[in-house]
């Protein structure tokens, strides 16, 4: 798919850093997750740790389109937490790693569960929706643009 935006492609300087988004979560529909990926890689500039879950229909629409600016997409399977199951569990592998800070793309007072020495910037949609425990977790809490056809609202 193109929308008239060249390819993407951000410099990634850090390797302690790592994105997680919930598709369930943060999510401006199938189209417009497109551009609200490019804002949240530019807020982010996370290094190769990129990673997206959703249910699976949510997985099977953005696998593809994600995957193309580099964002591996997991599939939360039909479970009713199965995408934050899937992210805990890769954040936890990459804490174990050397990975420190995450960009959390989400409201879910689950993430709470990310390992205990690492920071947690929380991008949302809806600042009102995030969880108390998350936000009073976080370091900070990102309000990203809400964008269907590429215009603030």
């Known amino acids: 798919m193109s929308d008239g935006q060249p390819p993407f492609v951000f410099p990634r300087h850090s390797g302690d850093q790592a ?4 598709l369930d979560n943060v999510t401006v529909g199938r189209e417009g997750n497109l551009r609200l990926a490019r804002t949240i890689l530019e807020i ?19 696998r593809g389109l994600l995957g193309a600016c580099g964002i ?27 990975v420190s800070r995450f960009f959390l793309a989400s409201n879910d007072g689950d993430f709470v569960r990310l390992p205990a ?9 809806t600042p009102d929706n995030v969880a108390r425990r998350l936000s009073g977790r976080a370091i900070s809490v990102i309000t990203l643009p809400k964008t269907r056809d590429g215009a603030q609202g």
């Open 19 to 22: 994105l997680l988004w919930d």
């Open 117 to 125: 020495a690492c920071t947690i910037t929380v991008l949302t949609l």
């Open 44 to 62: 982010c500039a996370a290094t190769d740790h990129l990673y997206a879950a959703g249910h699976r229909r949510t997985w099977l629409q953005h």
């Open 72 to 98: 591996t997409v997991l599939s939360g399977g039909i479970r009713s937490q199965g995408a934050d199951h899937q992210l805990l569990e890769r954040a936890h592998g990459l804490a174990a790693e050397g």
